[in-house]
C-alpha cells in the first residue's frame, strides 16, 4: 500500500510518493496501475481541467482512496475551459479570442456558466446562433468559438466564464472499491462522478463512497435538463456528507441499466439544492429490456 501526491505545481517526472515530490497532472494517474489499498491524494486549494478516469480497483478489504492532503479548500476537478479574453464582433455581441469543442458534445443540452463578481455563479442560456444573443447570460456556439451578449466586456463583467469541455468530472471506469473522499467537482458537461461511458449496460459491480464533495453546475438548463452530480450503480455504495446542487437532470441517479441486483446503498446526511429536474434521489430499475433491480436502498 503506498500513498501518491499529486499538485499543480508538482512534474510528472517525480516519483509521486510525497508531498515535495508529488506529480502534476491527473493524466499521470490516469496512465499508472495502482495496487488494492493505495492512496491517490490532491493537493487542498489546487484546480485541474481534466477528467480523472480511474484505472485500478481495489479489493473489498483494501479499497484505493482518492483524497486531499494539505490544509485551505477542497481540491478541484472542472469539466471546463475557461475563456480568456473577448472580441467585440457588433453591439453587445462578444466572440472568445481562444476555441472550444461545440459543449454540446460532451453532454445532453450542455449550457455554460457565467461567474459573476459576487461570487454566484449563473447558467447560460443556449441560443441557436448570434441572431438570438438578445439579453444577458444568452450564448451560442459557432465554428469554434463561444458567442455571448454582454453591455460591455465579459473580461470584466464576470469574474469568469466555464465552458463545460470534457463528458465526466471523475469516470470510475467500472472500477471497483473505490473510495473518493474531499474532491470538488463542477463544469462536466454529462456527469460529475460516473460509472460508465455508454449511460447502458451496467454490469453488476462492487464497492463505492463518495464522501465530502460538492459536486455542481453539470449539464445544462436551456432546452432540455440534463446533467448528473452522480449517476453510479455499485453494490455496497455510500454517498455521505456531499453538497449537491444545480445539476439539470438528477443530483443523484440509481438508475439501473443493466441486469443483476445491487444491494446496500446508502444515501445520508448530504445537502441537496437547487436542482432543475430531479434535485435529490432518482432509482430507477428495470428500465426498457434491462431486468436490473436494488435490493436495499
Known amino acids: 500500500m503506498a500513498t501518491y501526491y499529486i499538485s499543480n505545481t508538482g512534474s510528472d517526472s517525480a516519483n509521486g510518493t510525497s508531498e515535495s515530490t508529488p506529480w502534476q497532472t491527473i493524466s499521470k494517474i490516469n496512465g499508472r496501475t495502482f495496487s488494492a489499498g493505495d492512496t491517490i491524494s490532491f493537493k487542498c486549494g489546487d484546480v485541474w481541467r481534466e477528467e480523472l478516469d480511474i484505472p485500478s480497483s481495489g479489493t473489498s478489504s483494501a479499497w484505493i482512496t482518492f483524497n486531499s492532503y494539505g490544509t485551505g479548500a477542497n481540491p478541484k476537478i472542472l469539466g471546463s475551459k475557461a475563456t480568456t479574453t473577448w472580441t467585440n464582433t457588433s453591439g453587445n455581441i462578444w466572440k472568445t479570442d481562444i476555441t472550444f469543442s461545440n459543449p454540446n458534445s460532451y453532454g445532453e443540452n450542455v449550457d455554460i456558466h457565467f461567474l459573476l463578481t459576487n461570487g454566484t455563479i449563473k447558467w447560460g442560456s443556449y441560443v441557436s446562433g448570434t441572431s438570438g444573443l438578445t439579453s444577458e447570460y444568452k450564448w451560442t456556439w459557432s465554428s469554434n468559438y463561444i458567442y455571448i451578449y454582454s453591455t460591455t466586456n465579459p473580461a470584466s463583467a464576470y469574474s469568469g466564464i466555464?465552458?463545460?469541455?470534457?463528458?465526466?468530472?471523475?469516470?470510475?471506469?467500472?472500477?471497483?472499491?473505490?473510495?473518493?473522499?474531499?474532491?470538488?467537482?463542477?463544469?462536466?458537461?454529462?456527469?460529475?462522478?460516473?460509472?460508465?461511458?455508454?449511460?447502458?449496460?451496467?454490469?453488476?459491480?462492487?464497492?463505492?463512497?463518495?464522501?465530502?464533495?460538492?459536486?455542481?453546475?453539470?449539464?445544462?438548463v436551456t432546452t432540455g435538463q440534463s446533467g448528473y452530480g452522480i449517476s453510479t450503480v455499485y453494490s455496497d455504495l455510500t454517498i455521505k456528507h456531499c453538497n449537491i446542487s444545480e445539476?439539470?437532470?438528477?443530483?443523484?441517479?440509481?438508475?439501473?441499466?443493466?441486469?443483476?441486483?445491487?444491494?446496500?446503498?446508502?444515501?445520508e446526511d448530504n445537502v441537496f439544492h437547487d436542482g432543475w429536474h430531479t434535485t435529490g434521489v432518482d432509482i430507477n430499475c428495470g428500465y426498457g429490456s434491462y431486468t436490473g433491480s436494488w435490493n436495499g436502498v
Open 162 to 220: 466555464e465552458v463545460p469541455q470534457r463528458t465526466f468530472c471523475i469516470d470510475t471506469t467500472y472500477k471497483e472499491y473505490l473510495y473518493i473522499k474531499n474532491i470538488d467537482l463542477y463544469y462536466a458537461g454529462y456527469m460529475g462522478i460516473d460509472c460508465y461511458s455508454t449511460h447502458v449496460d451496467h454490469s453488476l459491480h462492487y464497492g463505492m463512497t463518495v464522501d465530502g464533495c460538492t459536486i455542481s453546475h453539470i449539464g445544462g
Open 247 to 267: 445539476c439539470g437532470r438528477r443530483g443523484v441517479s440509481l438508475d439501473i441499466y443493466g441486469d443483476g441486483t445491487f444491494t446496500n446503498a446508502i444515501v
